[in-house]
Protein backbone atom coordinates (compact mmCIF):
# COMPACT_ATOMS: atom_id res chain seq x y z
CA UNK A 1 0.00 0.00 0.00
CA UNK A 2 1.24 3.19 -0.77
CA UNK A 3 2.51 5.37 2.27
CA UNK A 4 3.28 9.22 2.67
CA UNK A 5 6.67 10.47 3.79
CA UNK A 6 6.58 12.81 6.19
CA UNK A 7 9.92 14.62 7.64
CA UNK A 8 11.37 17.76 9.86
CA UNK A 9 10.19 17.20 12.49
CA UNK A 10 12.97 17.35 15.49
CA UNK A 11 13.91 19.06 18.72
CA UNK A 12 12.98 22.63 18.83
CA UNK A 13 13.07 24.65 22.20
CA UNK A 14 9.47 26.42 23.03
CA UNK A 15 8.37 29.50 21.01
CA UNK A 16 10.35 28.12 17.98
CA UNK A 17 9.08 27.15 14.86
CA UNK A 18 9.29 23.90 11.99
CA UNK A 19 8.52 23.50 8.57
CA UNK A 20 6.92 19.73 7.94
CA UNK A 21 6.82 18.19 4.71
CA UNK A 22 4.36 15.52 3.27
CA UNK A 23 5.61 13.86 -0.17
CA UNK A 24 5.48 10.90 -1.56
CA UNK A 25 7.58 9.65 -4.89
CA UNK A 26 5.55 7.98 -7.57
CA UNK A 27 2.16 9.37 -6.20
CA UNK A 28 0.61 12.64 -7.47
CA UNK A 29 -0.58 14.32 -3.91
CA UNK A 30 -1.57 17.62 -6.28
CA UNK A 31 -4.97 15.76 -7.05
CA UNK A 32 -5.56 15.34 -3.62
CA UNK A 33 -6.66 17.13 0.04
CA UNK A 34 -4.32 16.67 2.55
CA UNK A 35 -4.87 16.37 6.26
CA UNK A 36 -2.01 17.21 8.69
CA UNK A 37 -2.99 15.37 11.99
CA UNK A 38 -0.59 13.91 15.22
CA UNK A 39 -0.59 11.72 18.13
CA UNK A 40 0.99 12.55 21.46
CA UNK A 41 2.13 9.45 23.86
CA UNK A 42 -1.07 8.63 25.57
CA UNK A 43 -3.31 10.56 23.47
CA UNK A 44 -5.81 10.77 20.83
CA UNK A 45 -5.27 11.44 17.20
CA UNK A 46 -6.25 15.11 16.54
CA UNK A 47 -6.48 16.60 13.80
CA UNK A 48 -4.36 19.91 13.04
CA UNK A 49 -5.13 21.58 9.45
CA UNK A 50 -6.27 20.08 5.38
CA UNK A 51 -5.51 22.02 2.59
CA UNK A 52 -7.61 21.09 -0.47
CA UNK A 53 -6.31 20.08 -3.84
CA UNK A 54 -8.89 21.70 -6.10
CA UNK A 55 -8.82 25.26 -4.80
CA UNK A 56 -6.48 25.63 -2.21
CA UNK A 57 -9.33 26.14 0.71
CA UNK A 58 -7.46 25.43 4.46
CA UNK A 59 -8.98 24.49 7.10
CA UNK A 60 -7.50 24.44 10.99
CA UNK A 61 -8.03 23.38 14.26
CA UNK A 62 -8.36 25.94 17.15
CA UNK A 63 -4.80 24.19 18.52
CA UNK A 64 -3.34 25.39 15.29
CA UNK A 65 -4.99 28.50 14.50
CA UNK A 66 -2.95 31.48 14.35
CA UNK A 67 -0.01 29.54 14.53
CA UNK A 68 0.47 26.84 11.86
CA UNK A 69 0.12 27.75 7.96
CA UNK A 70 -0.51 24.37 5.71
CA UNK A 71 0.74 25.08 2.31
CA UNK A 72 0.96 22.92 -0.96
CA UNK A 73 3.37 23.47 -3.64
CA UNK A 74 2.43 21.23 -6.79
CA UNK A 75 5.26 21.65 -8.70
CA UNK A 76 7.72 19.68 -6.06
CA UNK A 77 4.85 17.16 -4.65
CA UNK A 78 5.05 18.17 -1.41
CA UNK A 79 2.80 19.88 1.65
CA UNK A 80 4.10 21.83 3.98
CA UNK A 81 2.77 22.49 7.39
CA UNK A 82 5.04 25.52 9.01
CA UNK A 83 4.49 25.64 12.52
CA UNK A 84 5.42 28.62 15.13
CA UNK A 85 5.08 29.42 18.34
CA UNK A 86 5.60 25.52 19.24
CA UNK A 87 4.61 24.79 23.01
CA UNK A 88 5.59 21.82 25.02
CA UNK A 89 1.78 20.33 24.28
CA UNK A 90 2.58 20.32 20.78
CA UNK A 91 4.76 17.31 21.29
CA UNK A 92 3.64 14.40 18.91
CA UNK A 93 4.59 12.64 15.88
CA UNK A 94 2.59 14.56 13.01
CA UNK A 95 1.60 12.39 10.01
CA UNK A 96 0.24 13.72 6.39
CA UNK A 97 -2.79 11.54 5.37
CA UNK A 98 -4.69 11.80 2.31
CA UNK A 99 -8.59 12.48 2.17
CA UNK A 100 -10.61 9.95 1.08
CA UNK A 101 -13.57 11.82 -0.07
CA UNK A 102 -12.30 15.31 -1.17
CA UNK A 103 -12.42 18.69 -0.02
CA UNK A 104 -11.35 19.83 3.22
CA UNK A 105 -14.64 19.87 4.88
CA UNK A 106 -13.60 18.22 8.15
CA UNK A 107 -10.98 17.21 10.68
CA UNK A 108 -11.83 13.96 11.72
CA UNK A 109 -10.12 10.82 11.16
CA UNK A 110 -13.35 9.19 9.01
CA UNK A 111 -11.48 11.02 6.32
CA UNK A 112 -8.01 10.00 6.49
CA UNK A 113 -7.55 6.95 3.77
CA UNK A 114 -3.74 6.59 4.14
CA UNK A 115 -0.86 8.37 5.73
CA UNK A 116 2.64 7.35 6.72
CA UNK A 117 5.18 6.62 9.52
CA UNK A 118 5.00 10.24 10.97
CA UNK A 119 7.96 12.30 12.14
CA UNK A 120 8.71 13.13 15.73
CA UNK A 121 8.11 16.93 17.11
CA UNK A 122 9.56 17.44 20.66
CA UNK A 123 9.23 20.70 22.24
CA UNK A 124 11.54 21.11 25.69
CA UNK A 125 13.60 23.72 26.95
Known amino acids: QVQLVEYGGGLVQPGGSLRLSCTRSGFTLNYYTIHWFRQAPGKEREGVSCISSSDGKTLYAELARGRFTISRDNAKNTVYLQMNKLNTEDTAVYYC??????????????????WGQGTQVTVSS
Open 97 to 114: AVDKFGGCHGLDMTRYWF
